[in-house]
Nanobody, 121 residues
Framework: QVQLVESGGGLVQAGGSLRLSCAASRRFFSINTMGWYRQAPGKQRELVAAIISGGSTNYADSVKGRFTISRDVAKNTVYLQMNSLKPEDTAVYYC???????????????WGQGTQVTVSS
């Protein structure tokens, strides 16, 4: 099994910054995508940012220019740098890795447990 451990969430004032980290407990044979999602109360989970195996990235329109996703393949870790935070960014943030472990056959989706980000006005 693979566990994804997230860290870096917390309470911040509007305009502030936070950096989320997500580390996998074991190495992957191959990784398709690494991404961050968020879910606010009463809303569906939505994609915030993703980085594909070749290194290309995509972002939700609401975070473009403010958030940056990056990865450290050697450390099996994905990051989300969040700047100019707004109250509407308040949510539980989840990381997800789609990939294949060394003793696996297919790609699977692995999720973190979630980390709370609260932005006060």
């Amino acid at each position: 099994q693979v566990q994804l451990v997230e860290s870096g969430g917390g309470l911040v004032q509007a305009g502030g910054s936070l950096r989320l980290s997500c580390a996998a407990s074991r190495r992957f044979f191959s990784i398709n995508t690494m991404g961050w999602y968020r879910q606010a109360p009463g809303k569906q989970r939505e994609l915030v940012a993703a980085i594909i195996s070749g290194g290309s990235t995509n972002y939700a329109d609401s975070v473009k220019g403010r958030f940056t996703i990056s990865r450290d393949v050697a450390k099996n870790t994905v990051y989300l740098q969040m700047n100019s935070l707004k109250p509407e960014d308040t949510a539980v943030y989840y990381c997800k890795i789609r990939g294949r472990v060394y003793d696996g056959i297919y790609d699977n989706d692995y999720w973190g447990q979630g980390t709370q980000v609260t932005v006060s006005s």
